[in-house]
């Protein structure tokens, strides 16, 4: 926050606790200072005196889905520094101290959450197993966080990660590495390990800024030995690299190549949002690999979605902010079919 300047962000009272209203100020040739009020409706919107429990109440339900056999889809978009990370993983720090546990993100507790209902359903016969790996998508090129240093054995370069269609025709990644989740602490060494090989650098907008997409994703396989039951969950957790203009980063080198390709990454995801806005029969899921990777997640399958938009409260931000939930208001209002569920009996 910036000392003795007005936030611009605002958030009306209303019972349903969907409305924030954002003030841009600007001045004229004679020195006058104007201000304009953009008012904006979502499903929900949380202020800044919202708790890590209350957004993940707010998506459990969503979580359960994936238990229940659906495909189910979790994004956190926003420019750089708006809290993307902490609100899918927490703190830089991850603990499994009771102490830190308020402060945990999605992830931890959406792990957690499906441990605990699995100890329950175990009761009425059904047996899950379940696997996680961890990617992010860095320049347009997809890395593995669980193994990022993976080598081919005969030539001794980094094994290559290209994105298929499996037989079902589910979108799936060749030879990343994937991970037995048999503990709720299990996803803590998970989210350090990913923490640890994710990259990061420094930009005028954020000192740690993520400079690549990550993707985390549990699969979920369970059986009913009493009744023959079967089904077949997917979670997907994705912690959207920041957006931020050239002229605000500050960005050379290495780190304009990163923002370009990260712009690009974005823009890509509004054209798709936008295509299936327009209900068009052509949706570009091919332009980018963010798109390609999880084209299941919007429209192509049958996924439960949802997208976090966070946004800086600084007046230095309202610009960014004003264009994030802009962008917001575009994804509202798209429509991607209906889900179904993965399961045989």
């Not at 589910?170 to 990259?199: G, I, P, Y």
């Amino acid at each position: 926050k910036d000392a003795g300047a007005a936030l611009p962000i605002s958030f009306p009272s209303c019972e349903d606790n969907n409305q924030i209203e954002l003030t841009q100020s600007s001045e004229n040739a004679l020195g006058r200072t104007t201000s304009k009020a953009f008012p904006f409706k979502f499903d929900r919107v949380f202020s800044t005196e919202s708790t890590q429990d209350i957004v993940f109440d707010e998506v459990s339900q969503l979580i359960q889905s994936a238990l229940d056999g659906y495909p189910v889809c979790i994004f956190a978009y926003g420019q750089t520094g708006s809290g993307k990370t902490h609100t899918m993983q927490g703190p830089d720090t991850i603990s499994a101290d009771e102490k830190d546990a308020q402060v945990l993100g999605i992830i931890p507790r959406a792990v957690k959450q499906i441990y605990q209902n699995t100890s329950k359903l175990a009761e009425r016969g059904w047996e899950y197993s379940l696997e996680g790996q961890f990617l992010e998508i860095y320049n347009e090129t997809i890395q593995d966080l669980l193994a990022p240093a993976a080598r081919a054995p005969t030539t001794g370069k980094q094994t290559k990660l290209d994105i298929y269609q499996d037989s079902e025709g589910h979108t799936r990644v060749k030879n990343v590495t994937t991970v037995s989740v048999d503990s709720a602490e299990r996803v803590h060494w998970l989210l350090a390990r990913a923490a640890e090989n994710r990259t990061v650098a420094a930009t005028n907008c954020n000192e740690r800024s993520s400079r690549s997409h990550s993707v985390f994703t549990l699969y979920l396989q369970g059986t009913n030995t009493l009744t023959g039951e079967s089904s077949s969950g997917v979670l997907n957790l994705i912690d959207l690299a920041g957006s931020e203009r050239l002229s605000s980063s500050g960005s050379s080198g290495d780190r304009l190549k990163e923002t370009q390709a990260i712009n690009k990454s974005l823009a890509c995801l509004g054209d798709v949002i936008a295509a299936l806005a327009k209900g068009n029969r052509h949706i570009p899921y091919r332009n980018s690999k963010l798109t390609h990777l999880l084209q299941e997640s919007l429209g192509a399958g049958n996924s439960k979605t949802l997208m976090f938009v966070c946004v800086n409260p600084s007046p230095l931000s309202a610009q960014e902010s004003l264009c994030s939930l802009q962008f917001a208001t575009k994804v509202n209002s798209c429509q991607i079919g209906t889900a179904r569920r993965q399961a045989a009996s």
